[in-house]
Every structure is written in C-alpha cells, then in structure tokens.
Nanobody, 128 residues
Framework: QVHLVESGGGLVQTGDSLTISCAASGRTFSRYVMGWFRQAPGREREFVAALTWSGGRTYDVNSASGRFTISGVIERNTVWLRVDSLKPEDTAVYYC?????????????????????WGQGIQVTVSS
C-alpha cells in the first residue's frame, strides 16, 4: 500500500493563497494519478485537482477551478496544490489521493473511488 503524507494547511484569510503538499512512499507504477479531494462539514467529498503521470511524464492535469493549481515532481512522487484567492467556502479537510493501480489506461480521476491510497487529510480554514 502506498503511504501518502500531506503537509501544509492551517488558518488563512480570504484572498490569500495557500500551498499544500503530498508525498507518496511505497510501490508506484509507470502510470498513476495523484490528486486532491476535499470535504467540508456537511458536504460530500469533492474533487479538487489531479495530476496524471505516464511513462515518467505528465500526461494530464485537471482541476475543478481556475483557482486550483496542481504540480508535481514525479521523481519524488510529490504533488503540490496551490489554492489562490481563498474563500470561506474553501474551508475543508483536504485529502491527498493516489491511484497507483498497475493497469494502463485512462482513469476516472473525478471519482473518489478510483483512488486506492489516501492521506489522513489536513485542515484548511479560511476566515472572512
């Protein structure tokens, strides 16, 4: 099982930018996805952003908002999420997620059930 460790988060103000990171350790494959979901109180977990790597190269980058930027260093199995222009509604627990399944082909990166590894989550709180 791949272990995911997030770092960052905390209390920020509306309009700020925040970058959080996630590092993976353990078995990985030539094509995999690392990304972020978030869950606010009383809300379902929702997709934030994902980075797909294939053959040591970035294959695809997706995000749910133009305010979300995901980047990564494949050699380190590490991704970062930058959230710009933070709003109170961005307040949530942010989870790093990874799909390290060995099967090649596309992934439904928007579906949380696609992912087989999860970090413990980090709290991001945006004050008005």
């Amino acid at each position: 099982q791949v272990h995911l460790v997030e770092s960052g988060g905390g209390l920020v103000q509306t309009g700020d930018s925040l970058t959080i990171s996630c590092a993976a350790s353990g078995r990985t494959f030539s094509r995999y996805v690392m990304g972020w979901f978030r869950q606010a109180p009383g809300r379902e977990r929702e997709f934030v952003a994902a980075l797909t790597w294939s053959g040591g190269r970035t294959y695809d980058v997706n995000s749910a908002s133009g305010r979300f930027t995901i980047s990564g260093v494949i050699e380190r199995n590490t991704v970062w999420l930058r959230v710009d222009s933070l709003k109170p509604e961005d307040t949530a627990v942010y989870y790093c997620a990874g799909d390290f399944s060995p099967v090649d082909g596309p992934r439904d990166i928007y579906n949380e059930h696609t992912y087989d590894s999860w970090g413990q989550g980090i709290q991001v709180t945006v004050s008005s």
